[in-house]
């Protein structure tokens, strides 16, 4: 089998099982461990830290070292899992209501079925973000305009074309076989995300000359295991010594970058939700 389409199906496969895991009631740690050890049980390596972003936060909720959260009644939960098989990645996300938001969920839902009908060949990229907008809209909720899709590659999570949530004028075409994942965002704020605490997700930088044996060979490890993919500093804790000091001296010399926690500017409720496809041949997260 194609490793996309094994990676998108494992995908499915870690996604569908979170998506049982996350009740009221739920720690976050360990259903964020039990979703990745699901993953290499598929046969799958996690793409980036399986994540949990709660209510406004809208992305990049990684559970961090020692999470003591737990779901409770109302919590709105995107979950979004990202997979590799020999680098070819299945990125998807889904949104658990625990609470009242039944039609913010369906509105991202709709947004995305729309997106997929029209993702054929040929059709400019701010043709979907318009379909999009206009299936959030009608629902009476507001696209997040500043987050959206991307074209998928080997080990990398986010390469061109960009798949606006709105019609941005780009009119770059979707060509046949190409790798993308799409992933709308409603929300009943603003329609913007803004960078919050940090997430302790990492992506390696560069190979910096750091003093510490330490850090060196934490970093070392980070290069050659990684890939260039993004991973989380819990994964580190697991097999290192020392793991916060030398995450806090590697990020001070740029070897590595944590990416922000991204949450809705007015604080509004958002929900996601996002498959991959092959432009032409088939939703490989589906
Ligand atoms: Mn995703
Ligand atoms: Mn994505």
Redesign the pocket.
Same mark, same amino acid.
């Given at each position: 089998m194609n490793d996309w389409i094994k990676a998108g199906e494992i995908a499915k496969g870690a996604r569908e099982y979170g998506r049982s895991l996350v009740v009221v009631g739920a720690n976050l740690l360990e259903v964020t461990e039990k979703i990745e050890d699901k993953i290499f049980e598929l046969g799958g390596k996690p793409a980036f830290p399986a994540q949990l972003s709660i209510n406004s936060t809208a992305a990049h909720y990684n559970a961090t070292v020692g999470d003591e959260t737990e779901f409770k009644e109302g919590d709105l939960i995107k979950l979004?899992?990202?997979v590799h098989v020999n680098g070819a990645i299945g990125?998807?996300?889904c949104t658990i209501d625990l609470g009242n938001n039944s039609e913010l969920v369906k509105a991202s839902e709709d947004a995305l079925a729309a997106a997929i009908e029209l993702a054929k060949p040929g059709v400019e990229v701010r043709e979907i973000g318009d379909a999009i907008s206009k299936t959030i809209r009608a629902a009476g909720f507001s696209p997040i305009k500043n987050l959206g899709g991307h074209g998928l590659a080997p080990y990398s999570v986010h390469t061109s074309p960009s798949i606006p949530n709105f019609n941005n004028g780009d009119t770059t075409k979707l060509k046949a076989g190409e790798h993308i994942?799409i /992933?709308p965002f409603a929300t009943d704020g603003e329609g913007t995300v803004v960078e919050g605490a940090g997430s302790e997700i990492y992506l390696f930088k560069g190979k910096k000359p750091v003093r510490d044996m330490n850090s060196r060979k934490i970093l070392t490890y980070i290069e050659t295991e990684y890939n260039g993919l993004p991973f989380a500093k819990r994964w580190l804790t697991k097999k290192f010594r020392g793991v916060n000091m030398a995450f806090t001296l590697l990020e001070r010399a740029g070897a590595i970058y944590q990416y922000p926690r991204l949450v809705e500017r007015k604080r509004g409720m958002v929900a996601q939700t /996002?498959h991959s496809l092959i432009v032409g041949e088939s939703v490989t997260t589906k």
């Open positions: 979004d899992v990202g990125d998807t996300a994942a /992933e /996002e």
